[in-house]
Nanobody, 126 residues
Framework: QLQFVESGGGLVQPGGSLRLSCTAS????????MGWFRQAPGKEREGISC?????????DYVESVKGRFTISRDNAKNTVYLEMSDLKPEDTAVYFC??????????????????WGKGTLVNVSS
């Protein structure tokens, strides 16, 4: 059974940092691109970053997080990470990880992912 568990969310002050983790089980992790999405209150879910599958592991970021967020993966631990720095109040959202089979993240913003985690809340507030 496929399962994705996010962790690392919490309350942080503006300008602070957090590292989110998403650990997967029930799949061959390296075969899947892994993406991070977020949903702010009253808004639709949006993709923010993705890292591709297999050895290529192409990385993609949306403009709003470029230079502040870094995505990485550890296939030995079945885990994808999102390092977030210089956090802003507008980053407040529930953050979800997602998996897409055999992908280099060229369509994730439009087509979403094949599988999803349940999310972790990030609250940026003073």
């Amino acid at each position: 059974q496929l399962q994705f568990v996010e962790s690392g969310g919490g309350l942080v002050q503006p300008g602070g940092s957090l590292r989110l983790s998403c650990t997967a089980s029930g799949l061959v992790f390296a075969d899947y691109a892994m993406g991070w999405f977020r949903q702010a209150p009253g808004k639709e879910r949006e993709g923010i970053s993705c890292i591709g599958s297999h050895s290529e592991q192409r990385r993609d970021y949306v403009e709003s997080v470029k230079g502040r967020f870094t995505i990485s993966r550890d296939n030995a631990k079945n885990t994808v990470y999102l390092e977030m720095s210089d956090l802003k109040p507008e980053d407040t959202a529930v953050y979800f990880c997602g998996a897409q089979y055999y992908s280099q993240c060229r369509g994730y913003l439009h087509y979403g992912m094949d599988y999803w985690g349940k999310g972790t809340l990030v609250n940026v507030s003073s």
